[in-house]
């Protein structure tokens, strides 16, 4: 495993000096032990094969280091040069550059967006359109989906009305890039460029690709750590498309931490809670384009990334000025989420267990390992008597079905089977536990018994209209 220590700001100053503000913070110098000595290990862990971080305090890059492969076929390392998918740790940065163009008069937070667009974009017979500001978007209320559906129509759809409640939205995203073209006259990768990245010497990042990027760019890896290729968008995309690592994306985090840039009163609406995201966790809210935990020892930003096969996190303390940022690419990425940010910034962070990410060494993770080493039925009997000795160890069904889908992407239809059997013996009266074991025996061949399980998904949801179409074709 690669490791290597890029920088590090002497202890004397910024260790002493948080130690001074705060007795309990972690200091800088047990930080970058603590991450040096346990990444290698997350890695090996978690088949993660490559990361970028950095650690901020004081406002300052006090220590960055690269691990691993950025191609787990080739072993090529990680190098200071490597960049990362950035994922949805794209739409901060992006909003950032949106707040400038609100300190310049060029755009007013709380009017309609379609005013400056001139037209209604996606949007078709609903008026709410008229309702949808740069600050419902930024803090996801919007109405808007994530994504929609390009297979059924091409209609943005408003789900609900704006400023109601917290729904995450790239598509809000996407909707007021284009009003910010507009507005500028500029390509969304022009327009970052000159307003944010440039400015703060983020000269390793783009919104889209990269001719450098061809020996710089780090590829993407699935569940098993193989290689799955990389993403070459040719259109920016503010949602997703940066491309960037752990030195240059903290130096936006250091801008935010420090408030440079924009107006105070503009900064201030950005890292102010605009809503609350759940019930489950009171503590977690949004700000403008930011994730928010507003704890009793001060305010933490936050917000991750996921395109799937690449994955990224930053968790910032706004009193101290201390973050902690990285990239990983793997799906496995997040799976080491909360490891990196008690050996690296400390305190408690709802904004993990809200996500729902598996640790790497959950119970459903250590099932899948021990399924890939010795096969579904001996892997599933010795998970059996380990949950009748400890309950805390059940996997719940939507984990357990993605055990199954894994064991499907690559092949191993008779362990998803057996996978898939044990979900619904676990959870009988879940439709979607027997579409998937009915999915996963028609993909094997078992014709009679794949009828038989999409007609038990109908009788427990009559409206479920994939089963009624692989029906369909299964008794023609």
């Known amino acids: 495993m690669v490791r290597v220590a890029l920088f590090v700001l002497p202890f004397s100053f910024v260790a002493l000096f948080s130690l001074a503000q705060n007795p309990k913070e972690l200091p800088t110098r047990v930080a970058i032990a603590r991450l040096e000595k346990d990444i290698p290990e997350l890695l090996k862990k978690a088949d993660i094969p490559g990361i970028s971080i950095a650690l901020v305090r004081n406002g300052q890059i006090a220590w960055s280091g690269v691990f691993g492969s950025m191609n787990a076929a080739t072993k090529k390392p990680v190098t200071s040069e490597t960049v990362f998918e950035a994922a949805s740790l794209s739409k901060p940065v992006f909003a950032y550059g949106v707040l400038k163009l609100v300190d310049q008069g060029k755009l007013d937070l709380d009017t309609p967006l379609n005013k400056y667009l001139g037209n209604n974009y996606d949007v078709v017979d609903d008026s709410r359109i008229n309702l949808i500001t740069a600050r ?54 022009d327009f970052m460029q000159q307003t944010v990245l440039q400015p703060l010497g983020m000269t390793s990042s783009s919104y889209i690709w990269q001719d450098k990027y061809d020996t710089l760019k780090a590829f993407r890896h699935d569940s098993f750590g ?5 993403w070459r968008p040719t259109v920016g995309n503010p949602a997703a498309s940066l491309t960037t690592n752990a030195v240059d994306y903290s130096r936006f985090i250091i801008a935010v931490l420090n408030g440079t840039g924009l107006k105070k009163e503009t900064w201030e609406q950005m890292i102010r809670p605009q809503i609350r995201v759940t019930d489950k966790y009171p503590e977690i809210a949004w700000g403008l384009g930011i994730g928010l935990e507003t704890m009793t020892e001060g305010t933490y930003l936050w917000h991750w990334g996921d395109n ?39 305190g408690n962070h709802p904004a993990i267990a809200n996500l729902g990410y598996e640790k790497y060494n959950s119970p459903a993770k250590l099932l899948l390992k ?7 039925p001996k892997a599933l009997e010795a998970y059996r008597s380990g949950r009748a000795k400890d309950t805390t160890q059940k996997i719940a069904e939507l984990a357990m079905n993605d055990i199954g889908y894994s064991l499907m992407r690559i092949k191993r239809l008779d362990d998803a089977i057996e996978v898939f059997r044990q979900n619904t013996i676990d959870f009988p009266d879940s439709y979607n536990v027997w579409d998937s074991f009915a999915e996963a025996n028609m993909n094997k061949g078992n014709k009679e018994l794949a009828i038989k399980y999409y007609r038990k998904t109908l009788e427990l949801n009559p409206g479920s209209e994939n089963a009624k179409a692989q029906l369909q074709k299964l008794l023609q």
Do not use: C, Q
């Open 308 to 346: 799937g096969d690449g994955k990224a996190w930053f968790t910032a303390f706004l009193p101290h000025k201390d973050a902690i940022i990285y990239f990983a690419n793997s799906a496995n990425g997040l799976s080491i989420a909360a490891d990196i940010l008690a050996d690296g910034i400390g």
């Open 226 to 230: 193989d290689t799955t290729g990389r």
């Open 370 to 376: 021990a399924i890939l080493t010795d096969g579904a």
């Open 136 to 189: 419902h978007v930024l803090s996801h209320t919007s109405g808007f989906p994530n994504w929609r559906d390009n297979d059924h129509t091409k209609n943005l759809l408003i789900h609900f009305n704006p400023g109601d409640k917290w729904s995450y939205s790239g598509e809000g995203m996407v909707y007021l890039s284009k009003v910010i073209e507009k507005i500028t006259g500029l390509s969304l990768e």
